[in-house]
């Protein structure tokens, strides 16, 4: 089983940027996709993006599309979330996750990890 450890997590103004990186232990690691989710107060977890075990195919929600990069280095068995020019509604707690489908459905997750604030004001 893989263990999944988020961090980058924090406070940053509206036009910002900031970069998440989920740490995975585990030998069966590149074997997962990989997910990033994230939720706000009082709303459900949605998916923010998605790589392949290979990252050869990512997948974006409308909300983040073309302001976010996910990927993964599978030399240093982690992967990361690029995030840019983030917006208010970006608030969330952002939670890194391990599945066997493209893009990573939440019913489809196999491990989560802890979770990381980011909190984005203006």
């Known amino acids: 089983q893989v263990q999944l450890v988020e961090s980058g997590g924090g406070s940053v103004q509206a036009g910002g940027s900031l970069t998440l990186s989920c740490a995975a232990s585990?030998?069966?690691?590149?074997?997962?996709?990989m997910g990033w989710f994230r939720q706000a107060p009082g709303k459900e977890r949605e998916r923010v993006a998605s790589?392949?075990?290979?990252?050869?195919?990512?997948t974006y929600s409308p909300a983040v599309q073309g302001r976010s990069t996910i990927s993964r280095d599978v030399t240093k068995n982690t992967g990361y979330l690029q995030m840019n020019d983030l917006r208010r509604d970006d608030t969330a707690v952002y939670y890194c996750?391990?599945?066997?489908?493209?893009?990573?459905?939440?019913?489809?997750?196999?491990?989560w990890g802890q979770g990381t604030q980011v909190t984005v004001s203006s």
């Open positions: 790589i392949s075990w290979s990252g050869g195919l990512t």
């Open positions: 996750a391990a599945g066997n489908t493209i893009p990573l459905a939440t019913e489809d997750v196999e491990q």
């Open positions: 585990g030998r069966t690691f590149l074997s997962y996709s």
